[in-house]
């Protein structure tokens, strides 16, 4: 007999702290929706009689004060300590201590928990291979020791961990180092028959609730579907072989009947357990129970056979464990038709996007007559399917009424266009054959997890791919190096421009190249590779310690946050938006430096707290929670300046000009017609003034108004509030991800650039404005390689919870909001600054266009005409044709919904197909949930985006309508 026990204990699969509770204190493993239903913590269904407090039992909790939410009112006693903050490794810790020993002297109570959290804790801040984690892990082992040596004969001693840790310190996944821990049981009492084993029995969780409720001499729970640990029912040890086999069996026999019973209620009232085998264990158990009645009888008359009574524990054990592998694979059902309705409903919406934007810029198409009366066709759809789902008998089903009527709404859109011939089939190709190639094999790459896996390196390839598609493009039409064969179609302009634009592009070309290899060093691992080592730059420098590494790496984050700002304020002053005292020119002017300051600031001191000194650990304390505050609100006033005044514009006057502008009514423009019709006149006449006047070299020229910045007014909105944004964003990431950022600014800048080569300068265009697919793409994998860049991963163990308490270290009280949204803001960072930066993919090529001038020919008075530079009108040619303008912004929208729209599609139809894959609950269900809620934050900002741009033109309009009353004064 010996005193103690040592098992490999198997966590249930749960990425909620609760769920583990749950599977502790009942022996029921939670359902999805159940998880659901209780993600904030609340009361938890059916509170096993482990915590209950019924049959008289008294039981003593401290610890986590989570479980004060779960079980309320159900401790005779309780010590509950705040929890949620992950960097706190010693509240939780030293207040049961504080409690344990004084407790565990009184004789009040049956049963003691006391639930630590510092080595978790640790593990989340640190890693499990830290210093601290080795003082946390010594202070366990002087705990144990001093409860060992007070424990009392009729005592059990259980020590268990609720699940393990990666390499990283994180869990929730189903890796074996997540979901294996430890199970110490000891007795000051010879307890246990059999020596231990030299590898370590493996013990589900579910099997320590019915061993403790029989241990105490309470009822199994009901919903309990563990079998109880064999080596705590003993009898009289080796002495006794027959009664230590008897103890056992009739251990095992309560449990099955308790399971027996919650087999029967649970297939009464769900029924989805399949019947035939619901009925194997029943036949199982009812042989059981006809062999353990019969060995009782046996029993009175002492012919009993120890190998009996064993093969009744073998065929008892057998049904507990079929009965738990029935349950469990039961609860992880599919519904295929709410998967199939879902699948059409994305489909269909995905596919409306694509045809919508192949007719957004057909002049005099019937869009809203067309769409509304699809919408009427989409809505009697839905009511006839769910007429007939009623009359089957089924129920109504949202999933499949949606889907029927998106379903009937795109067929009822088809057949119109049909009717008025606007079908044709280039409109269901999303741009040229290499695109389509591209977006196919990205599509594909879904449905396989390794390439799922290896993401993180798919997108940056698949990136310089299209880049170099782009320069093969632009050395075929000639733009790219004038030594090379020019396609005969081509005229001796473009050969022209081809010397200053070919060097230029190659230039891009190589920056960008050499961006996208930079960034990739800040990458992290998918734990199902346990060859590849994650960058270990994504680490806080809190983790290096000290040392003149330490310093030398927080002059690199100074540094980028330096590059950043400079960056920024160098582009707008190079456009002339610096130029304006707006509220919002002012603020990136001053504001944004204090704004780098403050996060400078804060790094400093959150990666030093530990070492400050007592007498200064309040005041380090205080600026740790107001410096990230700070920054966030001047991001919000800064957000509010641009928002109050978007039109960062210098205006000088001067005297009064000789050749007016001739409009066609008097007094202010009465209509938008009026406005849309002498906006360009001014701007041209602006530049026109102003480039006589330098020409001249001062005031030979007359000049009546000069505006700087005019022609950039729209991106300089934009790219203010992305930099207003980077800030706050930046601030939820290690120090170290702020070089990610800068290394990914500049790859975004030179891609637009690049593409801007690529379209082409839009002076020459008559018709509509467009984004050309290619762009599109580019972008969109761009957003994918910056989320795995900033040391993201679709699963959940890689989640960055430590974003929750940057600026509230102490936590977030009760609710979940504010926690929820700062990791989200961390987690869909990427997603956040490129949908809301997607509308620059239109208006960059207008702001390339400044860079040089464009030759056409310009009438004179006499009639003839002359070759000259035509003043560059950037973005104010989008002022030229303002329904051109709103139809593009539309269309950018539509195409980018595609793009997004495919990729979730895709993720939903691999994870419906390979539902039962080996890795659909690790890699293709974490990937959908990820990719579409990263679609929901995409959607939201690119609308914000785009909320943006259109109040910007308002405020153009109203600038415009001001300047010429003040004009005609």
């Known amino acids: 007999m010996l005193k103690a026990l040592v098992l490999l204990f198997l966590a249930w699969v749960c990425f909620l702290f609760y769920a583990g509770i749950a599977v502790f204190t009942s022996g029921f493993l939670l359902t999805r929706l159940e998880l659901t239903n209780h993600s904030s913590c609340q009361e938890l269904p059916g509170k096993g009689p482990l915590v209950g407090g019924g049959r008289g039992k008294r039981v003593v909790f401290m610890g986590d004060d989570t479980w004060e939410g779960l079980f309320p009112g159900a401790f005779s006693k309780a010590f509950f300590f705040p929890s949620f903050n992950v960097k706190d490794l010693h509240t939780v810790d030293n207040g049961i201590l504080e409690h344990l020993y004084p407790t565990m002297d009184r004789n009040d109570w049956d049963l003691l928990i006391a639930h630590f959290l510092g080595v978790d804790h640790c593990g989340h801040k640190h890693g499990p291979h830290h210093p601290e984690m080795a003082k946390k892990l010594k202070q366990m082992d002087q705990m144990l020791q001093t409860l060992v040596e007070r424990l009392e004969n009729d005592t059990l001693l259980v020590v268990a961990g609720d699940h393990g840790m990666t390499e990283t310190g994180d869990h929730g996944g189903d890796s074996k180092p997540e979901v294996t821990a430890a199970l110490f049981l000891y007795s000051p009492l010879p307890l246990f028959p059999r020596a231990p084993l030299k590898d370590p029995e493996v013990v589900p969780q579910v099997n320590l609730v019915p061993t403790l409720a029989l241990l105490l001499g309470l009822p199994i729970p009901f919903g309990n579907i563990g079998e109880v640990i064999m080596d705590l029912f003993s009898g009289e040890g080796d002495t006794q072989p027959l009664a230590t086999a008897l103890a056992q069996a009739s251990a095992y026999h309560l449990n099955a009947q308790q399971v027996s019973r919650f087999l029967h209620a649970y297939s009464l009232a769900a029924q989805d357990l399949p019947p035939e085998e619901l009925q194997r264990l029943q036949d199982l158990f009812s042989s059981a129970s006809s062999e353990y009645e019969r060995l009782l009888d046996q029993l009175k008359a002492d012919e009993v056979r120890e190998a009996d009574v064993q093969a009744l524990i073998s065929q008892l054990r057998l049904f507990l464990r079929g009965a738990r592998t029935a349950c469990t694979e039961t609860w992880a059902r599919f519904r295929p038709l709410r998967m199939i309705g879902g699948t059409i409903l994305l489909a269909s919406t995905c596919l409306l996007c694509l045809v919508t934007s ?3 810029s057909s002049p005099g198409f019937p869009s809203h007559c067309l769409l509304l009366r699809s919408v009427a066709w989409g809505l009697a759809g839905a009511v006839l399917l769910a007429g007939g789902l009623m009359a089957g008998g089924s129920g ?22 049909k009717s008025r011939g606007r079908l044709p089939m280039a409109v269901f190709l999303p741009g040229p054959l290499p695109i389509l190639v591209l977006l196919f094999l990205r599509s594909a790459a ?60 190659l230039g891009l070309l190589v920056g960008l190249l050499l961006c996208v290899r930079l960034s990739s060093l800040f990458h992290r691992c998918p734990e199902e590779t346990p060859v590849c080592q994650s960058s270990p730059w994504l680490a806080p420098l809190a983790a290096m310690g000290g040392g003149q590494a330490k310093n030398l790496w927080y002059g690199a984050c100074l540094g ?117 019709y002498v906006v360009p006149q001014i701007y041209r006449r602006m530049q026109e003034a102003l480039r006589g006047k330098l020409a001249g070299g001062g005031g030979q020229t007359p000049m009546a108004l000069a505006a700087y910045g005019l022609g950039s007014v729209y991106s300089a909105a934009l790219v203010t509030a992305l930099a207003l944004l980077a800030f706050p ?22 891609l637009l650039q690049l593409l801007a080569a690529a379209v082409g300068t839009p002076a020459g265009s008559s018709g509509p404005f467009s984004v050309p697919w290619l762009a599109i793409f580019a972008w969109a994998l761009t957003a994918t390689q910056t989320f795995y860049s900033t040391g993201h991963q679709p699963v959940f163990p890689a989640i960055h919870w430590n974003a929750a308490f940057v600026g509230f270290p102490e936590g977030h009280g009760s ?9 989200g803001a961390n987690t869909f960072a990427s997603h956040l600054l490129f949908s809301v930066g997607c509308p620059l993919l239109l208006l960059w090529p207008f702001v390339h266009e400044g860079q040089g001038s ?26 030229d044709a303002p329904h051109h303008f709103n139809a593009a912004l539309l269309q950018l929208g539509l195409k980018y919904f595609f793009i997004l729209g495919i990729q979730v599609l895709a993720c939903v139809l691999a994870a419906s197909i390979l539902r039962r894959h080996l890795m659909v609950w690790k890699v293709f269900a974490p990937k959908f949930i990820f990719e579409a809620v990263g679609f929901a934050v995409s959607s939201l900002a690119f609308l914000l985006g785009v909320a943006l741009v259109m109040w910007v033109d308002r405020a153009v309009g109203s600038w415009f309508k001001q300047l010429i009353l003040s004009q005609e004064r």
């Open 854 to 879: 464009t030759k056409k020919k310009k009438p004179l008075a006499s009639g003839s005409e002359v070759e000259g530079e035509e003043e560059p009108l950037m973005e104010m040619r989008l002022r």
């Open 396 to 417: 109504l089903e949202p999933v499949l009424l949606c889907a029927g009527g998106a379903a009937t709404s795109l067929i009822a859109f088809l057949w119109a266009l």
């Open 560 to 676: 980028a946050l330096g590059v950043l700002v400079l960056s920024i304020r160098f582009w707008l002053r190079r456009c002339g938006n610096l130029n304006s005292p707006a509220p919002p020119v002012l603020f990136v002017r001053w504001g944004l430096p204090l704004m780098a300051l403050g996060t400078a600031a804060h790094w400093a001191l959150a990666s030093g707290s530990d070492e400050a000194p007592p007498r200064l650990q309040a005041l380090v304390s205080g600026a740790v929670v107001g410096l990230p505050r700070a920054v966030l609100g001047l991001a919000a006033i800064g957000l509010g300046l641009l928002l109050w005044q978007p039109v960062t514009v210098l205006v000088k006057t001067g005297a009064s000009s000789s050749n007016p502008i001739v409009v066609p009514f008097v007094g202010p423009p009465a209509s938008q017609a009026d406005l849309d």
């Open 729 to 750: 964003l930046l601030l939820l990431h290690t120090e170290r991800i702020s070089l990610a950022f800068l290394i990914l600014f500049l790859q975004s800048f030179l």
């Open 446 to 505: 879904f449905f396989s997890d390794s390439f799922v896996l290896a993401e993180a390196q798919a997108a940056p390839f698949l990136l310089r791919s299209l880049s170099l598609f782009l320069v093969a493009q632009l050395h075929w039409e000639g733009r790219l190096l004038t030594g090379w064969p020019i396609a005969p179609c081509l005229s001796s302009p473009t050969a022209s421009m081809a010397r200053r634009e070919g060097p230029r592009a």
């Open 815 to 823: 609710s979940p909001v504010l926690p929820a949204l700062l990791v």
């Open 358 to 360: 192949g007719l957004t």
